[in-house]
C-alpha cells in the first residue's frame, strides 16, 4: 500500500475529514484491521489567509513546495491538497517534488464526466469561481460548461466561508442561503453542482438539493486510496 501525502489545514477541519475518510475508505476495501498509511504536513491557516487577501500566490506557492518537500523527504507517496482554492498554487508543488500531484478539479472532473452532466454550477471562494485555474481543467479537459453566482452572491457566498465554515461555524441560515444559489442555478439549467470549497461538503451533508452534488473532497478521497491500494 503507497503512503498518501496530505498538505492540510486549510482549514483543519476539512482536513480532519480526509484522514477520516481516507483511513474508512481503506478500510473499506482492503479489509481486515486494515488503515491507511498517511503523512500530513499541516500549515498555519492565518499565514495562507493573509497571503490570498494580498493576492501572495507566489508566497502560498513556497509554502506549498516545503510542505510537499517535507512530504517527499518523509516518504510519501502521493500528494493530496486538502483544500480546493490553494491548488491556484498546485503547479508549485508539481515543480519541486518528483511525486505524483493528485488535483482536485481532475477528480471532480472525472466523477462528473462519468454521469454524463455537462451545465455544472461551481461553488467556493470568490478565486475558485473567478479565476481560471479551476474552471479552465473542467473545460478543457472535461467539456464541462461551467456557471457561477453573480457577483453579489459570489461575494456573500465568499464571505460566509471565511467567516463561517472555515472557523468551524455550520450553521441552518447559511445551509439554506446555499441551497437557494443551487436552486437559481437549477433554474438555469445547471444539472449539478461542484461543492468547490471542501467546508461546503460539511455544511451540505446528507442535504437533498434535487440535483447531483460534488463534494470534492470526497471524490479526491477516493481517488487517493485508489490510487494508494493499486
Given at each position: 500500500?503507497?503512503?498518501?501525502?496530505?498538505?492540510?489545514?486549510?482549514?483543519?477541519?476539512?482536513?480532519?475529514l480526509?484522514?477520516?475518510?481516507?483511513n474508512?475508505?481503506?478500510n473499506?476495501?482492503?479489509g481486515?484491521?486494515h488503515?491507511?498509511k498517511?503523512?500530513?504536513?499541516?500549515?498555519?491557516?492565518?499565514?495562507?489567509?493573509?497571503?490570498?487577501?494580498n493576492?501572495?500566490?507566489?508566497?502560498?506557492?513556497?509554502?506549498?513546495?516545503?510542505?510537499?518537500?517535507?512530504l517527499?523527504?518523509a516518504?510519501?507517496?502521493?500528494?493530496?491538497?486538502?483544500?480546493?482554492?490553494?491548488?491556484?498554487?498546485?503547479?508549485?508543488?508539481?515543480?519541486?517534488?518528483?511525486?505524483?500531484?493528485?488535483?482536485?478539479?481532475?477528480?471532480?472532473g472525472?466523477?462528473?464526466?462519468?454521469?454524463?452532466?455537462?451545465?455544472?454550477?461551481?461553488l467556493?471562494?470568490?478565486?475558485?469561481?473567478?479565476?481560471?485555474?479551476?474552471?479552465?481543467?473542467?473545460?478543457?479537459n472535461?467539456?464541462?460548461?461551467?456557471i457561477?453566482?453573480?457577483?453579489?452572491?459570489r461575494?456573500?457566498?465568499h464571505?460566509?466561508?471565511?467567516?463561517?465554515?472555515?472557523?468551524?461555524?455550520?450553521?441552518d441560515?447559511s445551509?439554506?442561503?446555499?441551497?437557494?444559489l443551487?436552486?437559481?442555478?437549477r433554474?438555469?439549467?445547471a444539472?449539478?453542482?461542484i461543492?468547490?470549497?471542501?467546508?461546503l461538503?460539511?455544511?451540505l451533508?446528507?442535504?437533498?438539493?434535487?440535483?447531483?452534488?460534488?463534494?470534492?473532497g470526497?471524490?479526491?478521497v477516493?481517488?487517493?486510496v485508489?490510487?494508494?491500494?493499486?
Amino acid at each position: 500500500m503507497k503512503t498518501i501525502g496530505l498538505i492540510g489545514g486549510m482549514g483543519w477541519q476539512s482536513s480532519k475529514l480526509y484522514y477520516e475518510r481516507i483511513n474508512k475508505r481503506v478500510n473499506e476495501k482492503v479489509g481486515g484491521s486494515h488503515s491507511a498509511k498517511i503523512i500530513l504536513v499541516s500549515v498555519d491557516f492565518a499565514e495562507i489567509e493573509q497571503r490570498t487577501f494580498n493576492n501572495d500566490w507566489i508566497g502560498i506557492g513556497s509554502i506549498m513546495a516545503k510542505s510537499a518537500k517535507q512530504l517527499e523527504k518523509a516518504g510519501a507517496d502521493i500528494v493530496l491538497l486538502c483544500t480546493n482554492l490553494i491548488h491556484i498554487a498546485s503547479q508549485a508543488i508539481i515543480e519541486n517534488t518528483s511525486l505524483p500531484f493528485l488535483h482536485i478539479a481532475d477528480t471532480t472532473g472525472v466523477a462528473i464526466q462519468e454521469m454524463q452532466l455537462k451545465k455544472i454550477l461551481l461553488l467556493g471562494t470568490k478565486d475558485t469561481m473567478e479565476k481560471d485555474f479551476y474552471t479552465k481543467i473542467l473545460h478543457e479537459n472535461y467539456g464541462l460548461e461551467v456557471i457561477i453566482p453573480n457577483e453579489t452572491d459570489r461575494k456573500e457566498l465568499h464571505d460566509m466561508i471565511y467567516s463561517e465554515l472555515l472557523k468551524g461555524i455550520f450553521t441552518d441560515v447559511s445551509k439554506q442561503k446555499v441551497i437557494a444559489l443551487i436552486t437559481k442555478a437549477r433554474s438555469q439549467g445547471a444539472e449539478g453542482v461542484i461543492l468547490g470549497c471542501t467546508e461546503l461538503g460539511i455544511l451540505l451533508s446528507d442535504q437533498e438539493i434535487g440535483i447531483p452534488a460534488f463534494d470534492t473532497g470526497d471524490i479526491h478521497v477516493n481517488q487517493a486510496v485508489t490510487m494508494a491500494i493499486n
